[in-house]
């Protein structure tokens, strides 16, 4: 296996890692007030945005050849920390 399919697989198994964990976000704000349950709903959008930024990302280095593998690896790397730091975020606000 590649470096390239490597790094893919990694990248997917984080994105499965983080839609179980925004599954468990998704319970958790069902359970809260109207307006606690509204204000966690935002911050569940934006992450499914996120994720859906990830997917797209995933979906570049499939179709990506050899030699442009690297700088598509520089994008794929800024938004996944930007996916992380959404994660973190809203992990905090949960535990309000």
């Known amino acids: 296996m590649n470096d390239k399919e490597l790094y893919k697989q990694k990248k997917e198994a984080q994105l499965d890692q983080w839609k179980a964990e925004l599954d468990k976000l998704k319970a958790k704000?069902?359970?809260?007030?109207?307006?606690?349950?509204?204000?966690?709903?935002?911050?569940?959008?934006k992450l499914d945005s996120k994720i859906?930024?990830?997917?797209?990302?995933?979906?570049?280095?499939?179709?990506?050849?050899?030699?442009?593998?690297?700088?598509i690896k520089e994008g794929m790397d800024s938004a996944w920390d930007s996916l992380k730091h959404a994660f973190s975020d809203a992990a905090s606000k949960f535990k309000k």
């Open 29 to 45: 704000a069902s359970e809260e007030s109207a307006d606690r349950k509204r204000e966690l709903n935002k911050e569940i959008e």
């Open 52 to 71: 859906d930024e990830g997917k797209a990302k995933l979906a570049e280095i499939e179709d990506a050849s050899e030699d442009a593998w690297d700088s």
